[in-house]
């Protein structure tokens, strides 16, 4: 029988022992930094900010006098955007999901397609401002449009929505499927009677993180060539227009020449984290709804 060395087996035990410790100590620490460090931004957007939100703010137009200016014409711009980038991107997003995963032949060609999917969502997001750039403001002469803006940020974002739409549908059970054929349905009928309700919940909570991620993103709007000067208030797809990041974006610049943008830029974006917080409630509340039907 092998004589087994009880210092050296103490020794590993101690030095495993040390390091989960430390490993343990070092993510903690990791966790608590990125914690402080939002808590610290919170506050002082909070601080300089909160103040200056009042229904005048909400419902003036852009000016030039801090006091009088007001963010109506970004948030009317953000609605705008978001239901152009919404349904393309739902259609689209999930229409390529359902495809890849319930009708294309796996092969090659299909490997292809996804791998290049999951590469776009990690391009940067000016590729796309660039992309939407040449093909929808001059190559299809649209300009700097609500139309222009929506098409290219339902590009940035529709790789995220097909990728999570994808995993969603891979994790129905295949025996409902089974079921489904087994009782006479057709394809479709099984996609659309079975496959989509039961994915429906991680298609909502993808989508809606995508469009999070649409109504935040400035890069790609500025390189569009996206105004945030006294311009009407947009009225539809066509017209020209701005939203809150592009605001706060101009107002950051600015606050160099006036020190009040820098109140306003600060009362912007304690507006746009509202609408996020809305949007990511009501998305937990939709999948959760549908998660007890289904």
């Known amino acids: 029988m092998k004589h087994v060395n009880v210092e050296q087996v103490q020794k590993k035990m101690g030095s495993r022992l040390f390091a989960n410790t430390f490993a343990k100590t070092l993510f903690l620490l990791a966790t608590l930094f990125g914690l402080v460090v939002l808590v610290v931004l919170i506050y002082r957007v909070i601080q ?13 137009k852009l000016s ?8 109506m014409g970004a948030i ?54 660039l992309l ?21 940020m339902a590009l940035l974002v529709l790789p995220v929505v097909v990728v999570s739409s994808q995993e969603a549908i891979r994790a129905v059970p295949q025996f409902l499927r089974e079921a489904s054929f087994g009782m006479g349905a057709t394809k479709w009928q ?25 109504i935040g993103e400035t890069a790609p709007l500025v390189v569009l060539g996206i105004p945030a ?31 009040e943008y820098t109140n306003l830029a600060a009362a912007t974006i304690l507006i746009l984290l509202i609408v996020l917080f809305v949007m990511n409630s009501v998305a937990i509340l939709i999948r959760n709804k549908f998660q007890k039907r289904y």
Do not use: C
């Open 48 to 60: 300089d900010g909160a103040a200056w939100i009042n229904f005048d703010f909400l419902t003036n």
């Open 76 to 129: 009317l711009g953000t609605l705008w955007l978001m239901a152009v980038v919404a349904p393309v991107t739902m259609v689209l997003g999930v229409g390529t999901a359902i495809y890849l995963e319930e009708y294309a032949k796996k092969g090659r060609i299909q490997s292809i397609i996804q791998t290049n999917i999951s590469n776009l969502a990690g391009v940067p997001s000016v590729v796309f401002g």
């Open 64 to 71: 030039t006098d801090p006091e009088r200016a007001g963010i």
């Open 132 to 152: 939407g750039l040449t093909v929808f403001a001059r190559g299809m002469e649209l300009g700097n449009v609500v139309l222009a803006g929506g098409l290219t």
């Open 190 to 214: 099984t996609v659309k009677n079975v496959v989509l309700p039961a994915s429906l919940p991680g298609i909502l909570t993808g989508t809606i993180l995508a469009l999070s991620r649409a």
């Open 229 to 259: 000067l006294l311009i009407p208030l947009p009225d539809s797809i066509f017209d020209k227009f701005t939203i809150l990041p592009v605001q706060i974006y101009y107002w950051t610049l600015d606050s160099a020449l006036v020190a």
